[in-house]
């Protein structure tokens, strides 16, 4: 049996994956040092108290005659999606219910996506990005042009940086890992160049609800014009702490093509996806009520206080760095090749942080550190960062 030819273009190890490597290797040979990890983006507060009171309603529901529940909807349940359009029109943003489709998570839908269109199409990704747009592009056999993203467009690269046309245009706002994010008026740029191009925005919202910036939309459609470009992926993982749990969705409006990639998409969905657990969607459900958002918000305050403390320790050693407002990722310059600078930090003062290489061309002599951490854990790296000034 022969494997799909586009795999062996992957590079060999997934970025993830290699840290981990490396760091089990460490723990191994130094069993008695503490490592502290600043690196993969997980949450670490608990899941937050409404979405685990729904999780144990809904489990009670479901060991009952009445309440039990089969296979649900492919693309969720009605009282989620309803939840959802609800929490845009919060935003100022009108969806349809069956303009929704929960997921098993953003990074599911950013790869999935790909299957409704034809094989070869080229994708224009920013440079330094999320490996995973890469990856799954070659998958799928498509071509990939890259946009530069560095200090000097604010890691925001806009059409001016493009050249050719592509297919489809992945955006992630707020950035990972750079932790910048578009405006209004930068966003309504790309808009209007899609538009125009007729190229599809694929838009990764993950990080939305760190957004502090009142210039900084937290969703593509606050801009004029993204129903008829956009699609928007986003994920209760790290609004709510739902890395453990998996629960996602993605926006696919009408006016996408006279509406046929919206029912390209569920015929998709209903064809390779059985929809996520009913006791997942309620307790995301109850993560969108007032008090499920006041709550998931409290969490989202943790990890911006442990941002100003990693910021604060790089500001007294004299790094340059990006990030930490709008998002939960602290993009520093290393000073050195990234791979070197992750065997430093390691070795002399056992944190774990995310090579900029591994995000493309762009991020070496970047590092990325994130503010997911417990608090105490966040304190002592910093010191430790301090000690190696």
């Known amino acids: 049996m022969k494997i799909n030819p586009t795999f062996s273009q992957l590079t060999p190890s997934y970025l ?8 089990a290797a460490y723990k191994k040979a130094n069993p008695g040092k503490k490592v502290i990890s600043l690196g993969i983006g997980d949450v670490t507060r608990p899941l937050i108290k409404p979405a685990v009171d729904a ?31 609800k929490y845009y ?20 839908d950013l790869g999935n996506f790909l299957d409704i269109f034809p094989r ?12 995973a747009y890469v990856d799954g592009n070659i998958m799928s056999g ?26 489809v245009i992945y955006l992630c706002s707020p950035n990972n890992p750079t932790g910048a994010a578009y405006t209004f008026e930068q966003l309504a740029v790309w808009v209007d160049y899609a538009l125009k191009t007729g190229a599809l925005i694929i838009y990764d919202a993950a990080y939305e609800r760190f957004i502090q910036d009142e210039d900084c ?17 986003c994920s209760f993982s790290k609004m709510a702490g739902f890395t453990g749990l998996r629960c996602g969705w993605t926006v696919v409006p009408h006016e996408l093509q006279a509406n046929s990639v919206n029912a390209a998409w569920l015929r998709r969905q209903c064809v390779k996806f059985n929809g996520v657990p009913y006791i997942v969607q309620r ?7 007032p008090e499920g958002l006041a709550a998931a918000d409290k969490n989202i305050e ?33 000073g050195m090749p990234s791979w070197e600078y992750f065997d430093k930090l390691l070795n002399n003062a056992q944190i774990v942080g995310t090579p900029g290489a591994g995000f493309g061309k762009n991020g070496e002599g970047f590092f990325r550190l994130t503010a997911f951490g417990g608090a105490g854990n966040t304190v002592e790296a910093a010191q430790r960062l301090l000690k190696l000034k």
């Open 16 to 23: 993830f994956a290699e840290i981990a490597n490396r760091v």
């Open 55 to 85: 999780l144990i309603k809904a489990s009670g529901e479901m060991g009952t005659a009445e309440g039990f529940r089969g296979y649900g909807p492919e693309q969720g349940y009605e009282f989620l999606r309803a939840a959802l359009v």
């Open 89 to 108: 029109a919060g935003r100022g943003v009108t969806l349809a219910t069956d303009e929704v489709f929960i997921s098993d998570g953003a990074k599911s």
């Open 120 to 131: 070869g199409i080229t994708a224009l990704i920013p440079d330094p990005v999320y490996p």
């Open 142 to 167: 498509n071509k990939i042009v890259y946009m530069d993203a560095t200090p000097e467009n604010g890691f925001l690269p806009m059409p001016e940086d493009v050249e050719g046309r592509a297919d």
């Open 217 to 233: 939309p937290h969703t593509v459609f606050s801009v004029p014009g993204a129903r008829g470009c956009a699609v928007e992926i």
């Open 283 to 289: 307790a995301a459900e109850a993560a969108l009520t």
């Open 302 to 334: 943790y990890y911006r206080i442990n941002a100003r403390v990693i910021g604060a320790a790089l500001d007294s050693m004299g790094i340059r760095y990006y990030g930490g407002k709008n998002s939960p990722y602290i993009w520093m310059q290393c």
